[in-house]
Every structure is written in C-alpha cells, then in structure tokens.
C-alpha cells in the first residue's frame, strides 16, 4: 500500500512537514495549496526537497468551485485552472484534487456539469495532469460520492477520475459497498480520515473533528476493503484536518499519523479474509484472494490476559507505603539491586519505584501486561512505531520487552502463567518470609491521565499495539470542567485501562510550573468482600476519600436500598452502582502525590466503573487539592 498524508494535518512551515513526513516514512505527500502559497521555497525548490527525502508529490490540492456554473464563470474557472496546472509542472505534480462546487454552482444538471468537467479534462491532457473529481459531503448539487463517479463514467476522459475521501462518504452514511463495482482506471485517489460519531453539521465536523484511522469510529477497514476490491493501487492518503493535530509537534503528529496507516492496512487486509471466507463458507474453501494492492500485514496478538503488575511513584514514598499496608498488601520486600519495592495482595503486584518522581512523569510510572508472546508483543509494537524502553538489566534477571505509551507511561510485555504468579517476583525480599495477607485480589482497572494533546494518540496506541478495544467515551462533570473519559479494554474485561482527558488546570504558579502533579492517577483493586476489606482497612487507620452525606440520599432515592445497608456504605464511605447485570461496590483512598488507590467488588455481570460515582469522587477531591 502507499501511504501519503495531506500537509494540511501538521503543524509548521512546508518544508518542516515535509521532513517529518519523510521521518515518519511516508511514501507521498499531497500538498495544500494554503502551505504552498504561504512558502519561501520556489516550486523548483519543493520539487528538489522531495526528491532529496524520497517523498512523492502525490496530490495538489484543493481546486474548488468549478462546475455547474454559468458560461462566463466557466471561462474564469479554466483560466485558474491553467495557471495551477503550470504550476503543477514546476512541482513535477501530476494529480490536482477538484472539489464538488459549494459555493458558486447556479445549474443542476448533470448533462452541463459532465460538460465542464469533459473541458478541464481536455485543458488537464493538455498539460498532463490528472483531475481527481471529489465529492464534499456538503457539496451544493454533489456530495455523494456514486455521483461524483457517474459524472466521471458519463465525461469518459483519460485525465478525470474520482478522488474517493471515507469522510465525505460516512460522515453521510453512505453504504461503501458499490465501491468494489467502479472501474479502478477511474479511481485517482484515494483520502482516508476517521472520525468520532457527532451530530453537528458536517462542514464544522469535517474542518474541526477529523482524527487518524482507529482513533475515532468509522469503519475504515469496511471502506479500503471496498476499494482494494475495485482493484485500486494508488496511495491511501491520510486527509485529517484536527484542530489538535495543527497546533502539536509536527514529527510526533506525523508518526502517529504513520501508525494510523501501519495499523488500518492491517486491518484492510483482516476485513478482506474474513469477509471473503464467509463468502466462501459452504462451496470452495477459503483461499486468499490476491488484490493487486499488497496489504502489509503485522505479528499478530491476542488481547493481553491480564495485568502483570502496576509501578508507581511518589515524593513521599512512606505514605505510598502506609496506605498499601492499611489496604491489606504484604510487603515481599526489595529488589536485589533496584530501589524498588515490591507490595502484592492475592494476584495484585504494586511495584513502588522509590526513584524522586519527576514532574513531568506520570504517577504510574509503568504497567506489566500478561500476553503470549513477549517478543511478537514487541515486535509488533515496534512495527507500529511504539518506542522502545531501556531498562538496565543484570545478567540474571528476567528482560522485560518495554514500549513506551504515549503519555510516557512505560508498558511491558510480560509472560503470562497459568496460575497468575509472575516468575520476576523472586528477584525481590532476598531472605524474606512472603508476608502477603493471602486475600484474594486482582488489579481490576487503571486509569491514567493523558496530557490533552495526546489523547487520540493513546487510544491508537492501546488499539494497534496492545489490542484493546476502545468503548464509546463518555465526558464526567468535575468542578474544574468535564473530564473525557475513555474505556480502552480486553472483550473478557481482564484488562481494563481508562483514559482521562483531564480539563485545563486553572494553575497557581505553583501548579504551573508542575502541571503534571495536578493529574491525578489511580489503581483499582477488585476483592472478593469489600465490606470486610473497608473494615479492615479502617481498623488500620486508612485515609478514605470523604463522601458526603448528600451523596447518600441521593442514592437511596434512586435505589431504594435496605436501610441497614444504606447505613454500612455511609459509615464507610463506600459508593454503590447497580444496572441490569449486576451491582458495584467501591472506595477510594486519599491521594499521595499524584496517585490513589481504589478497592472495588463486582457483583454479578456489572461491567462498569460506577461511572455515576464519578462525578462525587471528582469533587471530593477537588476540595481537597484547594483546601491544602
Ligand atoms: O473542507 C474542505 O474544503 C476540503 C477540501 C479538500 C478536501 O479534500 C476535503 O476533503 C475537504
Ligand atoms: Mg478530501
């Protein structure tokens, strides 16, 4: 597949997109006209630069509001689009990207429009380029894509063919299965954008709210599946046009931009098997149909089983300690010769890094995940761009394979047991007895902030390299603003990660200079009877996060609960959620640093997060972030 970005989706000059683009490992790019007009460099200049770092020109665009209209504009149109066609050649660019009319159009008609465009194809031979007619999906008379392609069949020139963008085609619903009956010769090119499901007007959804493939909640491999199946070969180009994306760091954009691509090529090549086996079931067996587009594909993973262990940081590493010993972890010492400390409850392994926690870091320094293969978890991140982490190593200690996350938690692949004990464990309390308290208990979730910036990166990230699938997010009320929240997790639900987008921080100058420390972090721990483990905790004099009594009635109106009941989560500060499959108990402990711990108990089939909670639990502890 060739892969090409738009430089419309990047921050900085032409010529620094170009360099990251070609950093990224782009193939092409499409240039825009806006960077073209606003640059120093000569067009002979672009020409040089991008064959020096081996990036195609792939496309120039936009040329808008040509067809439909009256004789005269007509004339006006062609002489524009002469003096682009000249300039395409300066640029050695063959391929010019016509946008449906929006603005100047004052003729319906199909017979006139095939008319005009027969003519910009004509002048387009003339020159030698290429025309790829585009339908927007706010197009005045054209914004279906099936229509943009008939005007294309009815012109019948070798220089007009279609440019098929997935935004402007479900962004309307359209259905992309017509696609596979186009003729390929009339494919010119091809744009790809996802985007997340919103209702507002498409023009403003279009401009604003585009993001990379498998970041938002199009079905794009549907949709290249369709136009592999044409038998299309030219670039798939990424189009995204992300208010986000244009103001962060041009070279980190363009690789998450790469990896959008890496991981929808796989995609299209899974949607392409498993479609054409199920046409196949029952008659000839399921061979592997070859498409003329090769489709790259990665080492394949499974879902990560479970959580390995959860490593945290914190100036204050003897409260951190404090609160794990009232929660009911045993602590099984240190490790031989890291300053680290290893706390375990049941199956739930906390590795404190006793290392001063850097500002800029994150409270949840890492994460281990159970998964088959370390090495194929490895090398699949790796293919998708995911850096790598160095840690130093002794001879006789397990190697970890680290990635890097993109809000620069490090995430390790870690060798699954059937019996959920991890074998590094021994590296750690040389001639202690294992204290652990023996209670059964898992890492049920974790939630980890996301500077705002990076947000549709991570859930990329979590999606290709870890195989998380993400869950429709959902936005929390808190007193600073509302908290996006996104469920990234495993189809058992073993592996559950939450991603906050957390609002901007009114800063103190105090907080300004640390504005990571205002993100707080937090593990949860699932147990068997919370009751019993709240209770025991509050014997050993843990610091619960206050709810208030408010928080109570309100529950009672809505659920009705058995008074004595009521009674035991008020006096523990436990907070209560049930839906049709089940019931959710849990509590949250005060914040040390940046990072706090919650203890939950599912019963029945409950798959939540007590999400209703989350708001009391926001507010609390704003409260107390101010009142200190
Ligand atoms: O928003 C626009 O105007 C616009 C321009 C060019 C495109 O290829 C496109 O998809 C949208
Ligand atoms: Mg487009």
Known sequence: MRTGIATVCLSGTLKEKMQACAIAGFDGIEIFEQDLVT????????????????????????????????????????????????????????????????????????????????????????????VAYEALAWGKHVNDYEHAHRLVEMVDHP??????????????????????????????????????????????????YRVFPGEGQFELAKFM???????????????????????????????????????????????????????AAG????????????????????????FNFAEVKADDTARLEKLLGQLGFGFEGRHRTKDVQLWTMGQARVII??????????????????????????????????????????????VFQGICA?????????????????????????????????????????????????FDEAVLFYTSALALEPQPFAEVPSPSGLVRSQVMQTTDGAVRLVLNLAPAQQASAQQAQSARKSYQEHIAFAVDDLVATAR????????????????????????????????????????????????????????VGSVFFEMVERRGNYGGYGAPNAPVRHAVQYDHLHRN
Request: charged share 25%.
């Open 353 to 398: 890094n006793e290392q001063a926690a850097s500002h800029s870091e994150p409270a949840i320094a890492a994460l281990g995940f159970d998964v088959d293969s370390p090495v194929i978890a490895s090398a699949r991140a790796q293919q998708l761009k995911a850096p790598v982490v160095q840690r130093r190593v002794q001879a006789d200690e397990e």
């Open 283 to 306: 008659s000839v067996p399921a061979s592997r149909r070859r498409y003329p587009m090769e489709l790259a594909t990665l080492p394949k993973v499974s879902e990560p089983a479970g």
């Open 225 to 279: 599946g369709h136009v592999v199946r044409a038998g299309y070969t030219g670039p798939v180009s990424l189009e995204v046009f992300n208010d986000v994306f244009r103001q962060s760091d041009v070279e980190r954009t363009a690789v998450d931009a790469m990896r959008s691509l890496i991981w929808l090529e796989e995609q299209s090549a899974k949607w392409l098997e498993s479609t054409s086996a199920e046409a």
């Open 406 to 454: 993109p809000d620069s938690t490090e995430i390790f692949l870690c060798q699954g047991s059937p019996d959920g004990t991890a074998a590094w464990t021994h590296e750690f309390g040389e001639g202690l007895e294992h204290p652990g308290s023996g209670n059964r208990a898992v890492i049920d979730h974790v939630n980890l902030a996301q500077p705002w910036q990076h």
């Open 159 to 208: 220089n007009l063919g279609t440019c098929l963008d997935s935004f402007h085609i479900l962004s309307r619903d359209w259905d992309t299965a017509p696609i596979e009956d186009f003729n390929a010769d009339k494919i010119f090119f091809v744009q790809v954008a996802d985007a997340p499901k919103l209702s507002m007007d498409v023009l403003s959804w279009s401009r604003h």
């Open 39 to 130: 640059s120093p460099l000569s067009p002979e200049d672009v020409r040089a630069m991008a064959a020096d770092l081996g990036l195609g020109l792939d496309l120039y665009q936009p040329f808008r509001d040509f067809d439909g209209v009256t004789a005269e504009l007509l004339k006006a149109n062609l002489r524009r689009a002469e003096a682009k066609f000249k300039l395409m050649s300066r640029l050695g660019m063959d391929t010019i990207l016509v946008c449906s009319n929006v603005a100047t159009a004052t003729i319906d008609d199909d017979e006139l429009r095939a008319s005009q465009l027969a003519q910009l194809a004509a002048l387009a031979g003339e020159h030698g380029v290429k």
């Open 536 to 591: 025991s905790a509050r014997d050993r004099g843990l610091e619960f996060l206050q709810i208030p009594a408010n928080y109570y009635e309100d529950l009672d109106a809505r659920f009705d609960l058995e008074p004595g009941f009521l009674a035991t989560l008020k006096e523990l500060n436990l907070l209560y959620d049930r839906d049709a499959d089940g019931e959710f108990l849990h509590f949250y402990t005060a914040t």
